[in-house]
């Protein structure tokens, strides 16, 4: 993942009120997401677990697949992430 991609999936993860499924170059593991979760108050830490999984319906209906939660939405973010470079480049 560039730098470029990498700085627009965290964008939207944040845009979307969610913590980031992964670090630069390689997913972070459950312990770092549950700690970022701990560090939230727990109605922050509710609202970016409700965030998530209402993404991963949102992203399962238009592409029904056997991917796990988190690839869903890894997967969603990275293709949002890609479509802005792209649309970038069109324009250009």
């Given at each position: 993942?560039?730098?470029?991609?990498?700085?627009?999936?965290?964008?939207?993860?944040?845009?979307?009120?969610?913590?980031?499924?992964?670090?630069?170059?390689?997913?972070?593991?459950?312990?770092?997401?549950?700690?970022?979760?701990?560090?939230?108050?727990?109605?922050?830490?509710?609202?970016?677990?409700?965030k998530f999984r209402?993404?991963?319906?949102?992203?399962?209906?238009?592409?029904?697949?056997?991917?796990?939660?988190?690839?869903?939405?890894?997967?969603?973010?990275?293709?949002?992430?890609m479509m802005t470079?792209?649309?970038?480049?069109?324009?250009?």
């Open positions: 993942m560039t730098e470029l991609i990498y700085s627009l999936y965290m964008l939207y993860a944040f845009e979307e009120g969610i913590i980031p499924l992964r670090n630069f170059d390689a997913r972070r593991s459950p312990e770092e997401v549950h700690a970022d979760l701990a560090a939230m108050s727990p109605e922050d830490a509710r609202k970016a677990k409700r209402k993404m991963w319906r949102k992203h399962m209906k238009t592409r029904p697949s056997q991917q796990s939660r988190k690839d869903a939405v890894d997967d969603f973010l990275k293709s949002r992430a470079l792209l649309g970038q480049q069109l324009k250009d």
